[in-house]
């Protein structure tokens, strides 16, 4: 691997006017011949007037800027370092308990806070970058917060590791552990930029939409090996969003060196057929180059010409963290390399060069900041943290309930029309809220009724493989219903920037079964947002998701439950509703939710006869955490949901030809669930059943048995009853799909085994 030194001496190769270009590093800048609407056009050599007029070489060493800035730009970088070095010494006290440092990359960060403008633009970091947030307007003080867990802290008030950056007022949301993530947030961020440009009705709703923002997303070297990365850059490019890319690359994944993670050593050269994006390189040790090179994106971007790539090369003088020693894998020539580069040593020799600033100058100047990061670091270790109770804070919105009484209107709510099926209502309640909120959208895959809108006139329409999302596009046009990548984090990750700017995204996953490659974004993201901010950012959305089997040819990846390991997710409302009318009201709740919400469809549902309804007004609610009485009982509950409602009520009605009356009680949501009308009905019958399709151990049900089993003890007869599907997965055969999923039978066989008691 070559050391830092050689990174930084290595010719470029651009291609310029078609023709191919070697140079050494420099700088072009619009004087020079720039060409923004060259993509690939990297940074050539410019020819310096040096031997002309010295005093212009003076003035193009500067960028144009003057020394106010010029020494604001080293006070920032400075600062950062003694914020790292502050954070390190109070590790090794015990007074604060983990750090991860920016060092080696504050050149770079202080230009892209320079060209870019806070609270106006977007940012979505990571966190190395702890010069960009100086530069942006975070204080040591609101840092050091961070570091010892403070309840002021603004980041996360003490719940988050430090160096995982959020402002409200600076518009960075906040910000995971989870490398690559932020990416499609990002992506989703500029493209409601996007999508208000080509939309008059989204204009007011999307939050600080002034028409020429641009969205800033960082990450390490290492992070270009996540798939979520590739897919942001694929729809980035795709829609031509005003998303700069910025990869800070100082060689390292913790101890994986660029040649091992990087096919070829180099993701500027890997990216580079994505069209419309302007890719750049640049020395990201010098913050004068940087600044040049952040400059040229962000005007690229703001002309709304497609996305910015920036390759910056910076070093990593300390350890990945303090958890890590890089002693181990570096050898100390290639330290000592890098050491000779560091971008506070060479700027400080830059300014007193050039006469901008004496060496006296900048004494003074870093006394000034070691001051007052000592004083800020004695203040933070003083400020309390949080009150222990408040860890309850936020889980879910503390503004709207859906449980409350405001989201019932079921009492007494008038039908009208035909019977339809679930299919039908869903959809009538997707247009209806639609028409409601402008700030809605729907997308994912399949569920426009043509991406080729000179088709639309020629042809039915898609509208979802189960036809679910039928002519909302016709209706409401392609800026707010659209197809999106085969892709389901794509889909999740997008819909959580869309929601930080301030609209509803209501997405499909076409079928639960392939929902996996977008759980890391609900459970790392989307349910925790709330959280981890503690409620300085949300991203309400629902997600929706056809689920389950019975259906026959279904099989192993078509007839999947998997409902446990989502109600297990703090932050994440669930519903599954089993009627259509059910899921008219629960879905038009889960829209006008303040929280995340999984909206499960049984597809065996969709269409059944015996669920149906006529349709109810466009303001008909049911609240969350409000179960329905299927059937009224003395001997025995059945608590279920979804497919096996009809079945348990099937077996139900054969009981009762034998004397034997059933509870029969239908969750409706999952979380929150309806404890009280469970337990007012086992305290009634003393005799409890829990019946659900997913596998029966460690299934959603054993929670509800063991809180029965604790709670009600001493109402019980008998004892609690799981009724659930093999600890298989769903087979195709459907002798064998019949055996592996529950039926009504089953429910029957425990019915007759407690009545024993």
Known sequence: MATAAEK????????????????????????????????????????????????????????????????????TMYMSRRIDDKEIQLKGQNKIYFQISGAGHEAILVSAALAMKPGYDWFFPYYRDRALMLGLGMTAQEMLWSSVGAEADPNSHGRQMPSHWGSVKLNVPSQSSCTGSQALHAVGAAEASYRASISEELREKVKGFKGDEVVYMSIGDGTTSEGEVWEALNTASNLKLPLIFLVEDNGYAISVPVEVNTAGGDISKLVSGFPDLYIQNCDGTDPLESYETFQRAVAYCRERKGPAFIHAKVIRPYSHSLSDDEKLYRPEEERQAEAAIDPIKKYAEFLMTTGIASSEDLEALRREIDAEVNKAADIAIETPQPDPKSAFRNVYSEDVDPTSAEFDTEEGAELSGNPGTMVDLINRCLHEEMERDEAIIVFGEDVADASREQYLERVKGKGGVFKVTANLQRKFGSARVFNSPLAEANIVGRAVGLSLRGLKPVVEIQFFDYIFPAMHQIRNEVSVMRWRSDGDFKCPMVIRVPVGGYLKGGAVYHSQSGTTLFSHTPGLRI????????????????????????????????????????????????????????????????????????????????????????????????????????????????????????SLSWGYGAEIAARISDELFEYLDAPVRRVGATDTFVAYAPQLEDFILPQSGDVEKAVRELMKY
Not at 26 to 32: G, M, N, R
Not at 618 to 640: C, H, M, Q, S, Y
Not at 670 to 679: F, G, Q, S
Request: charge should be positive.
């Open 575 to 694: 519903a599954y509703p089993s009627t259509a009318l059910d899921a008219n009201g629960l879905l038009r709740t889960s829209i006008r939710c303040d929280d995340p919400v999984l909206f499960l469809e049984h597809k065996h549902l969709y269409r059944q006869v015996y669920n149906k309804s006529q349709y109810p007004s466009k303001d008909f609610l049911i609240p969350f955490g409000k179960a329905r009485k299927v059937r009224e009982g003395n001997d025995v509950t059945i608590v279920t949901f979804g497919a096996l409602v009809e079945r348990s009520n099937q077996a139900a009605k054969r009981f009762e030809q034998q004397g034997v009356t059933i509870d029969l009680i239908d969750l409706r949501t999952l979380v929150p669930y309806d404890w009280e009308a469970i337990a007012e009905s086992v305290k009634k019958t003393s005799r409890a059943i829990v019946v659900h399709e997913d």
């Open 8 to 75: 930084f001496s290595k010719k470029s190769v651009s291609t310029k006017n078609g023709k191919t270009v070697v140079a050494e590093k420099a700088q072009t800048t619009e004087a020079d011949g720039f060409n923004p609407d060259d993509k690939t056009q990297k940074t050539a050599k410019a020819e310096t007037p040096a031997a002309v007029n010295p005093a212009a070489a003076k003035s193009a060493d500067r960028r144009g800027l003057d020394e106010k800035t010029l020494i604001g730009i080293y006070r």
